[in-house]
């Protein structure tokens, strides 16, 4: 019985330089190992590739993949390529497909060709970790340059580099970057000329090994340019070397030994399933390889700042926003209680404005409890706090909520009532049942998250690194209760939110059947205005509070900033119109007691005298008698507009 023998071809873009020797073992020890797993198969590494770079490189390499399919160097059972150019890499991988060779790209892709795989470091994210690593070691910035060499994979690694330095500090020189064509002494050279060329240099940044090939010259240059930052792609040996002898301040590397042992898996991996008339276990795929990062660490390192995330002097913005609320709601309270015989505001109910102011209040104080971290009180004061803010935000919530409610509800049932032409009385009680649901509802929910397991401030760590990878400790207050269980008062919180959101919904559905009815001082609207706010308010900012938990300080800008909005978007939207129409309530009540002696028309300072009276006189007409009005003429039924006339008869 014969012994099946497998033999896959590796083909480098040249064989002379300790990057693909370093494939070559990962290939050839690879195949060994496989060689003792299928025993008594035999796995063999076929490495060959130009001896050499350059020029003739593409050339060259060509030459060996197309004798590899004369069978000049014997059968093969599949290649690995490192393409050199993508067209005519994309040429030889279709001739090889059509001999029946499975085929896989290594170091080097070939997109868009008929390759089964791409095995290999994503360039692109490789060249912005060099630009990473140039941050970490010198985020002052300065200036840079990049030596190169030719190849779409080289391309895109100097192009991630800059994408990475693009907004820093750091500014590329003119003339970067050089192209050493792969020739490790031209790449040493042209480190001295880009300092020649740039004085002021601070970083060079070769994406390739090319000039530390060149161990001399590069320990001259580094003794000659100590205050020029090398950081340096791959991470070969003699490379190391350098490194641990201070001729480097960090490796960015590649893992050319993965390259060639993934190869020698996959291309053993397609055989395998062709031989057993499968289908090909992977077509047009990417086998990413790892990269490395070698920094050495200066020895005057900054000390390590801790972030307690205290609130600080954001305090007086909550302080402000409350000030405004409070003003505003003692303001239109007092000015509610000193109208409160005035008919405009005796229309509007003086308990339910009233009402909302208190509640507006009661809301906006939410403030003064979030302003509390253990970086000014006690960690006691700070529980206290913590649950005191469910408390306020529920109690002056529902508090407004249900004024709102009750406005809008008292509208849409005087409006739909179909005996239109009856009056209809809206007994208080009928305004004080939503708030007392509501009400009784949230206070059983907060004595019993008060009583059974009452919120508490604890201050947490967030591990993290600085740019030296050292451990520092991020620290933030949090309210939580006081089981050990993590989300122990989530359910206390849910029930509260389902209480209070459910009902606004409600509201708005009630504003909404309520758009198209015309009522004296226009409630309706401001209302609809009122309650749309408070929708708008918890649709936007539960989402982004629940982003910001472990942010103390944009957490508290953001909770002081939709507290202040709700509160006074719906104060000033049920009281401004209200002021404005006791104004003109006013205005033309006293315009009325001076037409006893004739007729006054708007515009004029002076009154006229019946014989002056133009034609067309127009006269307002109500289906019902209002007795609040008192056998007055009905205002705001017909506005008078500037020169028109109101008939005093």
């Known amino acids: 019985m014969s012994t099946k023998s497998y033999t896959f071809a590796v083909v480098p873009k040249r064989i002379n330089s300790p990057y693909w020797q370093v494939v070559k073992s990962g290939c050839e020890i690879r195949a060994k190992r496989l060689t003792k797993m299928l025993a008594p198969a035999n796995v063999t590494c076929l490495f060959v590739g130009p001896s050499k770079g350059g020029p003739e490189t593409e050339v060259n390499q060509k030459k060996i993949v197309e ?9 093969i059972d599949g290649l690995a390529l490192a393409v050199v150019e993508q067209p005519s890499g994309r040429e030889l991988i279709a001739r090889l497909t059509q001999k029946d060779i499975p085929v896989v790209t290594f170091d080097t892709d070939a997109p868009n060709s008929q390759r089964l795989a791409y095995i290999g470091t ?13 941050l970490q070691t010198n985020s002052d910035g300065g200036k840079f340059g990049i030596i190169r060499a030719g190849g779409k994979n080289i391309q895109e690694r100097y192009e991630g580099v800059r994408e990475a330095l693009l907004n820093s500090k750091w500014e590329e020189v003119a003339n970067s970057p050089l ?15 880009l300092v020649e060329t740039n004085p002021d240099i601070g970083a060079i940044l070769p994406v390739g090994a090319w000039p530390m090939n060149e161990p001399n010259i590069w320990q001259n240059f580094v003794d000659d340019n100590r205050d020029v930052i090398t950081v340096c792609g791959d991470s070969l040996d003699g490379q190391i070397v350098l490194m641990k002898m201070g001729y480097a301040n960090a490796l960015v590397g590649q ?10 898996d996959r291309l053993l991996e397609v055989r395998k399933s062709q031989e057993a008339g499968m289908e090909l276990p992977f077509e047009n795929a990417i086998f990413p390889t790892s990269f490395v990062n070698l920094v050495n660490i200066p020895q005057d390192l900054p000390p390590m700042t801790i972030d307690m995330n205290y609130l600080g002097d954001w305090v007086f913005f909550g ?18 209680f000193v109208k409160r015989k005035h008919p405009t505001i005796r229309k509007s109910q003086p308990k ?3 009402m909302l102011s208190a509640g507006v ?7 003064i409890p979030l302003t509390f971290d253990d970086g000014r009180y006690s960690t006691q004061a700070c529980s206290i706090a913590c649950m005191a803010t469910p408390w306020l935000a529920s109690i002056g919530f529902s508090t407004v909520f249900s004024a709102l409610f009750s406005k809008i509800w008292r509208l849409n049932k005087i409006f739909h009532n179909p005996k239109s032409f009856e009056r209809i009385k809206v007994m208080e009680k009928d305004v004080i049942a939503p708030f007392a649901v509501l009400s009784t509802a949230n206070l059983i929910t907060l004595i019993c998250w008060t009583v059974i397991n009452p919120l508490v401030y604890e201050r947490k760590a967030s591990a993290g690194t600085d740019q030296w990878n050292r451990v520092y400790q991020s620290f933030y207050g949090e309210c939580l209760s006081r089981t050990d269980a993590a989300g122990a008062g989530l359910p206390y919180s849910i029930i509260l939110w389902v209480i209070n959101f459910i009902p606004v919904i409600v509201a708005n559905v009630q504003a909404y059947q309520a758009r198209f009815i015309s009522v004296e001082f226009q409630e309706s609207k401001y209302v609809a205005l009122a309650t749309a706010s408070i929708f708008q308010a918890t649709i936007i900012g539960l989402p982004i509070v629940l982003l910001l938990q472990q942010q103390p300080v944009p957490l508290f800008v953001v909770e002081t900033i939709l507290i202040f909005i709700t509160c006074t978007a719906v104060i000033l939207l049920i009281f401004m119109p209200k002021v404005g129409y006791l104004r003109m309530y006013d205005a033309e009540k006293k315009e009325r007691q001076n037409c006893h002696n004739g007729v006054h028309i708007h515009g004029l300072s002076n009154p006229q005298t019946a014989e002056q009276k133009p034609q ?34």
């Open 361 to 367: 209040l009661i809301l906006g104080s939410t403030i």
């Open 67 to 75: 004798d590899l399919i004369d069978g000049v160097y014997g059968p």
């Open 352 to 354: 339910f404005l009233l």
């Open 255 to 264: 893992l050319p030994f993965q390259m060639g042992t993934f190869a020698i």
């Open 616 to 649: 067309g006189v127009r006269f307002s007409v109500m289906k019902q008698q209002d007795p609040d009005h008192r056998g007055e003429p009905p205002l705001h039924q017909s506005q008078a507009d500037d020169n028109e006339i109101i008939s005093c008869n």
């Open 179 to 193: 192209d050493c064509g792969g020739n490790s002494t031209l790449a040493a050279l042209q480190m001295f000329e």
């Open 319 to 336: 302080y402000i926003a409350f000030s405004i609320i409070a003003l505003l709601s003692l303001g239109f309270a007092t000015f509610t």
């Open 122 to 134: 994503d360039n692109k994210a490789m060249g912005r970790e060099i630009g990473r690593v140039l």
